[in-house]
Nanobody, 123 residues
């Protein structure tokens, strides 16, 4: 599975961005998907995850209520809608695919990763 993120950029605080992650391969619909981020000098942080069907979603505490994860299995794409952005949301955002069962918030349980897309929020 190859994952390609897009949609990052520079936005002012309070603004919105929508990230997309396009996946190759016919097995996309069987994978749980997650979004993670890494800011300079910090560890990789869980942002959001979604089950293969889209029926279950999970969010990190710092983004809950502001970000929404969704997926379109017909388009092999997962999205991250980010609203009310804050300067502390500045990071490289990565999407990842998990071949296992269930939905994980742990970095090491994801099998495939994209190259990342930069999100910068100015104050």
């Amino acid at each position: 599975v190859q994952l390609v993120e897009s949609g990052g950029g520079l936005v002012q605080a309070g603004g919105s961005l929508r990230l997309s992650c396009a996946a190759s391969g016919r097995t996309f619909s069987s994978y749980a998907m997650g979004w993670f981020r890494r800011a300079p000098g910090k560890e990789t942080e869980f942002v959001a995850a979604i089950s293969w069907s889209g029926g279950m979603t999970y969010y990190g505490s710092s983004v809950k209520g502001r970000f929404t994860i969704s997926r379109d299995n017909a388009k092999n794409t997962v999205y991250l809608q980010m609203n009310s952005l804050k300067p502390e949301d500045t990071a490289v955002y990565y999407c990842a695919a998990d071949r296992g069962t269930g939905v994980s918030i742990r970095v090491n349980e994801y099998d495939y990763w994209g190259q990342g897309t930069q999100v910068t929020v100015s104050s």
